[in-house]
């Protein structure tokens, strides 16, 4: 008689969970165009929205997803995303404006960050 072989079970993973990252997502993977150069900020804002919506990340940059105590059991997970979108942001911009952006280290400060000088109103 063979021996007994517990069935492999295979979990598929939780897409609608904000820390979901497709395997196929790497820091070039949002792209908005034109990048953000100052004065088209509404249109490219819009756009980044739309993106990071599509995502299911737009949390990172609105504040409703804080960020994590250094206890929390999440924390490694939200510093993944975090990380890949603020890549996202910075491949969205010009270059002049990336250098300024590339020292924030949360997504949210890069975003507030370019809110403030080019939104209008």
């Known amino acids: 008689m063979p021996p007994h072989v ?3 079970i295979v979990q598929q993973p939780n897409t609608d969970t904000i820390y979901y990252v497709h395997p196929s997502e790497g820091p070039n993977l949002v792209t ?3 990048l953000l150069t ?4 509404l ?3 819009r756009s980044m929205k739309r ?3 599509t995502k299911n990340k737009f949390g990172f940059v609105d504040g409703s997803v804080p960020i994590p105590p250094m206890d929390d059991l999440n924390k490694n997970v939200w510093e993944r995303c975090n990380n890949l979108i603020h890549s996202w942001i910075i491949n969205s911009v010009s ?3 990336a250098q300024t952006t ?9 975003w507030i960050e370019l809110q403030e000088p080019f939104c209008e109103g």
């Open 38 to 41: 100052g004065s088209n900020y």
């Open 51 to 53: 993106a990071l919506r």
């Open 102 to 110: 590339v020292f924030n280290e949360y997504a949210i400060d890069a």
């Open 95 to 97: 270059p002049q404006i």
């Open 43 to 45: 249109a490219w804002s």
């Open 6 to 8: 517990a069935p492999i």
């Open 32 to 34: 908005v165009t034109p």
